[in-house]
Nanobody, 122 residues
Framework: QVQLAESGGGLVQAGGSLRLSCAAT????????MGWFRQAPGKERDFVGV????????TYADSVKGRFTISRDNAESAVYLQMNSLKPEDTAVYYC???????????????WGQGTQVTVSS
């Protein structure tokens, strides 16, 4: 198991940027595919993006493609989510998750952080 902790959320105006961080402790970080998900009030947890173990490839949800970028630093056991051109509909709690396959389904990820709130005002 790996333990995850997100940080970097906050309140930002539409069009602004935020960078979320996810710090990992525990078993070898580089053995995990890392995903970002988000959950708005009253809605299901949605896929945002996922990055490969080496960090050389990433897949994004259509809703964030071109605006969000995932990166990772295996030496620091961290994964990041750079969010640009934020929209009010991006408002949600954002979670990082560790898994073994580059999939978009939350239940395929075994370890989760506690989440960090992102609020985008119009």
């Amino acid at each position: 198991q790996v333990q995850l902790a997100e940080s970097g959320g906050g309140l930002v105006q539409a069009g602004g940027s935020l960078r979320l961080s996810c710090a990992a402790t525990g078993r070898t970080f580089s053995s995990y595919v890392m995903g970002w998900f988000r959950q708005a009030p009253g809605k299901e947890r949605d896929f945002v993006g996922v990055i490969s173990r080496s960090g050389d490839s990433a897949t994004y949800a259509d809703s964030v493609k071109g605006r969000f970028t995932i990166s990772r630093d295996n030496a620091e056991s961290a994964v990041y989510l750079q969010m640009n051109s934020l929209k009010p509909e991006d408002t949600a709690v954002y979670y990082c998750a560790a898994g073994i396959a580059s999939v978009t389904t939350p239940r395929r990820f075994g370890s989760w952080g506690q989440g960090t709130q992102v609020t985008v005002s119009s």
